[in-house]
C-alpha cells in the first residue's frame, strides 16, 4: 500500500473495508428481524413494527462492526495528505457508498423484503448516530421507489409508514428530509394517477398531510389555480320515490333527502371553480349549502354518540342485572 493515498483512493480503501462490516451487520439484524416478524415475508403481511428491543439490537450490530470499521479507517487509512475533517467525509461517503451497494446486490439477487427493510433500517440508525446525513435513509427509499413496480411500492410505502416515526423524526420545514419525503410521495402520486389504485393514493395523501403542516407551502395553492375540467358528476334531476323516506333523520335543514343530496354535492362546483363564490349571490348560495352540510354531519355525530352511551348503558344494566340474580341465587 503506498504510503500516502489520494482522496480517491482514500475512498475505495474506506468502501472496502466498511462494505464488510455493513454485511455483517445487516446478516445479524435481518435474523433478529426475522425472529421478531416470521411471516413478514409472505405478501399479505404488514411491515413489523420494530420495538424498542429491535432498534437496540439494530444500534448493538452498528457499534459491534460498523464502528470500529470507521475507527479503523480514521486510524490506519495512510492519507497524511488529508486533513482530520477531510478524512471524516471521505469515512461517511464510503459508509454511504458500503449501503447502497449493499442494498442494491439484495436487489440484484432478488433477497426477500425483510433483509431490505433491515438494510434501510440499519441506514437509519446509522444516520441517527450522525455517521451520514439525516436525509439518506429517505433519498435510498426514494430511489428503491423509482426502480419498483406499484406491487413493490405498497410494500416499501408500507415500510415508511410502519416506520415513519423514526425516518422523519425531527424533519426541518425546508430542505433535507421534507425535499426527499415530498419527491417519494408525489412520484407515489404520479404513478397511482395512472392506475386504479384509489386507496394507495389515499393513504398516501393521508401520510403527506400528517407528516407537513397545513401552512407548509407544498400544500398550499400559493397562485390560486384551480382547474374547471376536474368537474364531480351527479344526477341533479334524482327524484323522491315511494319507497324512500321523505326525509331522513339525519338531514338538517332541508325539506328532503333527495334536496340534501343535490345540496350537498353542488358544492363541488364552488371547490372546482372558486370564482363562482364572486358572483352575484354566490357566496350567499354556498355559505348557506355549507350551513346545511356541516348542520347535518354534526347531527349525526350527536346521534351516533347518543347511540353509544344507551349501548353503553343498557350492557352495565344487563351486566347488573345478571350479577343481582347470581346474588339471589347464591344467598337462597
Excluded at 449501503?99 to 437509519?124: G, M, N, P, S
Excluded at 315511494?242 to 338538517?252: I, T
Amino acid at each position: 500500500m503506498p504510503a500516502e493515498l489520494q482522496p480517491v483512493q482514500a475512498a475505495n480503501v474506506a468502501r472496502k473495508v466498511l462494505r464488510a462490516a455493513v454485511v455483517t451487520a445487516l446478516r445479524e439484524t435481518h435474523c433478529v428481524l426475522i425472529a421478531a416478524s416470521p411471516a413478514i415475508d409472505t405478501p399479505a403481511s404488514l411491515p413489523y413494527t420494530p420495538t424498542a428491543d429491535y432498534w437496540q439490537q439494530a444500534i448493538s450490530a452498528l457499534n459491534q462492526h460498523v464502528w470500529p470499521a470507521l475507527q479503523q479507517i480514521q486510524r490506519e487509512l495512510p492519507a497524511p495528505s488529508l486533513e482530520q475533517e477531510k478524512l471524516n467525509e471521505v469515512a461517511r461517503a464510503a459508509l454511504e457508498v458500503a449501503f447502497k451497494e449493499t442494498l442494491l446486490q439484495c436487489l440484484h439477487e432478488q433477497r426477500a423484503f425483510a433483509e431490505l427493510y433491515a438494510c434501510v433500517d440499519l441506514i437509519a440508525m446509522a444516520s441517527e448516530q450522525a455517521w451520514m446525513e439525516a436525509w439518506v435513509p429517505l433519498v435510498f427509499l426514494e430511489e428503491l421507489l423509482d426502480m419498483s413496480t406499484v406491487a413493490s411500492c405498497q410494500r416499501w410505502f408500507q415500510y415508511l409508514e410502519s416506520r415513519a416515526g423514526r425516518l422523519i423524526a425531527g424533519m426541518p420545514p425546508r430542505g433535507g428530509k421534507s425535499q426527499a419525503l415530498l419527491r417519494i410521495c408525489n412520484e407515489l402520486l404520479r404513478k397511482l394517477a395512472k392506475t386504479d389504485g384509489s386507496e394507495f393514493l389515499g393513504r398516501v395523501m393521508i401520510f403527506l398531510a400528517n407528516a407537513f403542516p397545513l401552512s407548509d407551502p407544498s400544500g398550499v395553492n400559493q397562485a390560486g389555480h384551480f382547474s374547471t375540467t376536474n368537474t364531480t358528476d351527479y344526477d341533479d334531476t334524482v327524484e323522491m320515490t315511494d319507497e324512500a323516506p321523505s326525509k331522513l333523520p339525519w338531514v338538517d335543514g332541508v325539506d328532503s333527502d333527495v334536496e340534501f343530496y343535490r345540496v350537498f354535492w353542488s358544492l363541488q362546483r364552488y371547490f372546482n371553480q372558486p370564482t363562482l363564490l364572486f358572483l352575484e349571490d354566490g357566496f350567499a348560495a354556498f355559505r348557506k349549502a355549507v350551513e346545511v352540510v356541516l348542520g347535518s354531519l354534526e347531527k349525526i355525530a350527536r346521534q351516533e354518540a347518543s347511540q353509544l352511551r344507551d349501548t353503553r348503558s343498557g350492557r352495565r344494566s344487563e351486566r347488573k342485572r345478571k350479577h343481582d340474580t347470581l346474588a339471589t341465587a347464591v344467598a337462597e
